[in-house]
């Protein structure tokens, strides 16, 4: 994520109603590259907790190929989008 928040062609992208219109990082709001950043982790952290008792009703080889499926379907909601909002959506899941 690090090498996306520097590059001007995302940021003028992803940023441009926070700031970022001129492909710099120097104008954006802190807070929104904290979102960007920080939703991953809090959904790691939930599907951490989640997947101990997830794991032992489903067996785990099903949900081992499940949790892929779910990550690849993330990966690519996040490679396609075209607005902010969608791409954080992307990152939670």
Same mark, same amino acid.
């Given at each position: 994520m690090s090498g996306l928040l520097v590059n001007p062609v /995302? %940021?003028? *992208? /992803? @940023? *441009? !109603?926070? =700031? =970022?219109?001129?492909?710099t990082a120097t104008s954006i709001d802190l807070s929104i590259t904290g979102i960007a950043v920080s939703c991953l982790q809090l959904s790691t952290t939930l599907g951490a907790l989640i997947t101990g008792g997830l =794991? !032992? %009703? %489903?067996?785990? *080889? *099903?949900?081992?190929?499940?949790? =892929? @499926? %779910?990550?690849?379907?993330?990966? /690519? /909601?996040?490679? @396609? $989008? $075209?607005?902010?909002a969608t791409f954080i959506a992307g990152r939670t899941i």
């Open positions: /995302f %940021i003028s *992208k /992803f @940023f *441009k !109603d926070y =700031g =970022g219109a001129a492909g =794991g !032992d %009703i %489903i067996w785990r *080889k *099903k949900y081992v190929h499940v949790v =892929g @499926f %779910i990550y690849f379907l993330s990966a /690519f /909601f996040q490679m @396609f $989008t $075209t607005r902010f």
